[in-house]
């Protein structure tokens, strides 16, 4: 059987850490979704479409990575693309708490298993939120970026 995971988050932008977090799941999983949650009530920087054709871009002809928007639960969303993993990354221990909250619930809810990886130290000060601060008062931020 398949091993596929999916890797949900906003994605706004898609980082080096979170690429890292990719490349190590590809170590022992068959196929990751990479998995852009679509929620009205949250405001992007860039454009849905913008971001799918960014990741695409670092992965190029894999077969193993597909990247799909989504609008709903992701445990939903899991279930309908074949998946039993959530592939998560984990920074701090205030990421550690709140993850394993929702991944309580997701296996309870959906029999969906949570994967948490610690984040490479190199990647640990990198989130999109501080990325888009960045980008918002146009500082070069390539080196944040895959």
Not at 29 to 46: F, P, Q, R, W, Y
Not at 121 to 135: F, G, K, W
């Amino acid at each position: 059987m398949k091993k596929i995971a999916i890797f949900p988050g906003t994605f706004d932008p898609f980082t080096k850490g979170h690429d890292a977090l990719v490349r190590r799941g590809l170590s022992f999983l068959d196929e990751i979704i990479i998995a852009i949650g679509v929620n009205d009530s949250k405001k992007t920087m860039i454009s849905l479409e913008d971001r799918i054709k960014a990741i695409n871009s670092v992965y190029g002809e894999d077969s193993r990575v597909k990247v799909i928007a989504y609008d709903g639960l992701t445990v939903d969303f899991a279930v309908q693309q074949n998946a039993k993993i959530i592939l998560r990354g984990i920074r701090t221990t205030t990421d550690l708490e709140y993850e394993k909250l929702i991944a309580d619930v997701n296996r309870k809810v959906a029999g969906i298993e949570t994967v948490m990886l610690i984040t490479e130290p190199e990647y640990a000060h990198v989130s999109s939120t501080i990325v888009r601060e960045l980008m918002r008062y146009g500082r070069d931020v390539s080196e944040f970026l895959p």
